[in-house]
């Protein structure tokens, strides 16, 4: 419509190097896996018509609206790993420190890893992607799935530490965290 910004019925700047070609798609923006298999299939569609037999400086690329929030979603979820492969270092680097062990804190990371596993397994059964908000769950539920193993080890250590055996330690230390631990996770 624009006479300077159209050439022979293309969409291109005024000078003519620069030709673009808008595909519309009918899906949000939150879709993806379906964003991901279009730009593969345009980048199939664009090397099959060899561009640099054209002209051997011409270059292609996508960009556009759906584009540019799987490329922000996947720097979303790759902040997000990092930020969550750190907290967890940090964290359980802490608590080896404290304890000075590393079967209680190996055991520890075991059992919050796999929380955090199935609440992003959840998340993604249910919501099919993670967003910014969402992404965090991971440093969340560390924060609140470590405090149980804290105060057990905690609480086991101090029993063990009056010459107690083992067995009555670990009972002891149960019956003292297990409920209090519980309302606090509840709240």
Request: glycine residues 6%; proline residues 3%; aromatic residues 14%.
């Amino acid at each position: 419509e624009d006479e300077e910004r159209n050439r022979d019925g293309y969409l291109s700047n005024a000078e003519g190097t620069v030709l673009a070609l808008e595909v519309e798609a009918r899906v949000t923006g939150s879709q993806f896996r379906y964003t991901k298999h279009l730009q593969k299939s345009i980048d199939r569609e664009i090397a099959a018509l060899a561009p640099s037999s054209f002209h051997p400086d011409m270059k292609t690329y996508q960009w556009g609206g759906l584009v540019k929030r799987r490329y922000e979603y996947e720097a979303v979820i790759k902040d997000t790993v990092r930020t969550a492969g750190l907290t967890l270092l940090l964290v359980f680097a802490a608590v080896y420190w404290y304890f000075r062990r590393f079967r209680p804190v190996f055991f520890m990371s075991l059992a919050v890893v796999i929380a955090i596993v199935w609440t992003f397994a959840l998340t993604y059964w249910h919501i099919g992607y993670l967003n910014q908000q969402t992404a965090f769950l991971g440093s969340i539920i560390l924060g609140n799935g470590i405090n149980f193993p804290i105060v057990f080890l905690s609480r086991y250590a101090e029993e063990a530490g009056r010459h107690q055996d083992a067995r009555r330690a670990v009972a002891v230390a149960l019956r003292g965290t297990a409920l209090p631990t519980l309302v606090a996770a509840a709240a």
